[in-house]
């Protein structure tokens, strides 16, 4: 039978015989995936894994320095890049949702390959692929759903880094993979995070992005999050965030009126997110949620809770 310790004593046996002394480059997310692959071979190489952590300016609230931190602390040998501007520069002025998801993936790709062409003679990049996104870029190559909308987790490298690619979670479900994390002692502050896209708070935020709307938009979202962990929701909800609208709206502040954004929230249940119900946050939580966001985020005059389920409404507005 499987078993997490099992499975990491052979994985870590396989990588040692098969990367040797070589160089290894990895993109952490923060994610769960990248994070166990990652913890994987520093078991097996130590130092000789470097790790690659991107900051693309669309990450929540506090993100980057608070997981670059972790990660030291968890002893990997990790470099933080703040690629904020050139990300946020080349989304200027685009609203289309697909448009910018691969200007994301390019940009994306361009930082990595510049901080991995720093590592002298690297040989090999390592992915956090696990078993469901080996079978999603399959059926992306042909089937009907493919371009509903373009993840970039999988087959981005460029062929000019001929670099050789391990993946050493291939085989594994998350389930295993949050296993697998368990047992070599990844806090729960990684493994019970609610997943988070790689193009992150950009398909939040409907339309073209500014520097503003970014801003705007972690600090509702920070909110949101911060509450459903004061008030012991966040491990009930399988994945929660907040929407930023195109559309602004009438509000009164005394005597004045206002004309000013509307953000949207949502959670769900799902176990893949191929499916997802919303989820019946309890009022009182709504209420107060509502209230904060509204009194402590200048230009937002509007809350409202997203009540769709998927399909047909997907978990990201776009
Ligand atoms: P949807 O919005 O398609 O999302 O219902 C299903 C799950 O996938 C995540 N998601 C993405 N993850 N790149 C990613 O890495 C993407 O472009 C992307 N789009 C959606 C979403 O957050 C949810 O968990």
């Not at 520093?42 to 609230?61: D, P, S």
């Not at 002298?120 to 870029?137: H, R």
């Not at 949207?264 to 191929?274: F, H, I, N, Q």
């Given at each position: 039978?499987w078993?997490p310790?099992?499975f990491?004593d052979?994985t870590?046996?396989?990588?040692?015989?098969k990367?040797?002394d070589?160089?290894?480059?990895l993109?952490l997310?923060?994610g769960v995936?990248?994070?166990?692959a990652?913890?994987l071979?520093h078991?097996?190489?130590?130092?000789?894994?470097y790790?690659?952590?991107v900051?693309?300016?669309l990450l929540?609230?506090?993100?980057?320095?608070?997981?670059?931190?972790q990660y030291?602390?968890?002893?990997l040998n990790?470099?933080?890049?703040?690629a904020?501007?050139?990300?946020l520069?080349a989304?200027?002025g685009?609203?289309?949702?697909?448009?910018?998801r691969?200007?994301i993936?390019?940009?994306?790709?361009?930082v990595?390959?510049d901080e991995a062409?720093?590592?002298?003679d690297?040989k090999?990049?390592a992915?956090?692929?696990?078993y469901?996104?080996?079978?999603e870029?399959?059926?992306?190559?042909?089937?009907?759903?493919?371009t509903?909308?373009?993840?970039?987790?999988?087959g981005g490298?460029?062929d000019?880094?001929?670099l050789?690619?391990v993946?050493p979670l291939?085989?594994l479900?998350k389930?295993e993979?949050?296993r697998?994390g368990?047992?070599?002692?990844?806090?729960?502050?990684r493994?019970?995070?609610h997943p988070f896209?790689?193009p992150?708070?950009a398909?939040?935020?409907?339309?073209?992005?500014?520097p503003e709307?970014?801003s705007?938009?972690q600090?509702?979202?920070?909110?949101f999050?911060?509450?459903?962990?004061?008030?012991?929701?966040?491990d009930?909800v399988?994945?929660a965030?907040a929407m930023?609208?195109?559309?602004?709206?009438v509000?009164?502040?005394?005597?004045e009126?206002?004309?000013?954004?509307?953000?949207?929230?949502?959670a769900?249940e799902?176990?893949d997110g191929m499916?997802a119900d919303?989820?019946?946050?309890?009022y009182?939580?709504?209420?107060?949620?509502?209230?904060d966001i509204?009194?402590?985020v200048p230009?937002?005059?509007r809350v409202?809770?997203?009540?769709?389920?998927?399909?047909p409404?997907?978990i990201?507005?776009e």
């Amino acid at each position: 039978t499987w078993t997490p310790d099992a499975f990491v004593d052979l994985t870590v046996a396989e990588l040692k015989q098969k990367i040797g002394d070589d160089k290894v480059v990895l993109g952490l997310s923060g994610g769960v995936d990248s994070t166990v692959a990652a913890v994987l071979l520093h078991k097996a190489i130590g130092k000789n894994l470097y790790c690659i952590f991107v900051n693309n300016g669309l990450l929540r609230k506090n993100e980057f320095q608070d997981v670059l931190d972790q990660y030291e602390h968890m002893g990997l040998n990790v470099k933080g890049v703040d690629a904020s501007a050139r990300f946020l520069d080349a989304l200027a002025g685009e609203s289309d949702p697909e448009k910018k998801r691969k200007i994301i993936g390019k940009v994306f790709i361009d930082v990595f390959d510049d901080e991995a062409h720093l590592v002298k003679d690297v040989k090999w990049l390592a992915q956090g692929t696990i078993y469901p996104d080996v079978i999603e870029s399959v059926s992306a190559t042909g089937g009907p759903s493919a371009t509903i909308k373009s993840h970039h987790n999988v087959g981005g490298l460029p062929d000019y880094m001929k670099l050789k690619v391990v993946e050493p979670l291939r085989m594994l479900f998350k389930d295993e993979v949050r296993r697998v994390g368990k047992s070599m002692a990844i806090g729960d502050e990684r493994l019970g995070r609610h997943p988070f896209p790689g193009p992150g708070l950009a398909i939040r935020i409907l339309g073209d992005i500014t520097p503003e709307k970014v801003s705007i938009l972690q600090e509702v979202d920070h909110i949101f999050i911060q509450g459903l962990r004061d008030w012991g929701l966040y491990d009930k909800v399988w994945q929660a965030g907040a929407m930023l609208l195109p559309v602004n709206s009438v509000g009164v502040m005394g005597d004045e009126r206002t004309y000013e954004k509307c953000v949207a929230l949502r959670a769900v249940e799902s176990t893949d997110g191929m499916t997802a119900d919303w989820v019946n946050l309890p009022y009182e939580f709504l209420q107060k949620t509502s209230n904060d966001i509204i009194n402590k985020v200048p230009g937002v005059n509007r809350v409202v809770y997203d009540i769709s389920s998927k399909p047909p409404a997907t978990i990201e507005w776009e």
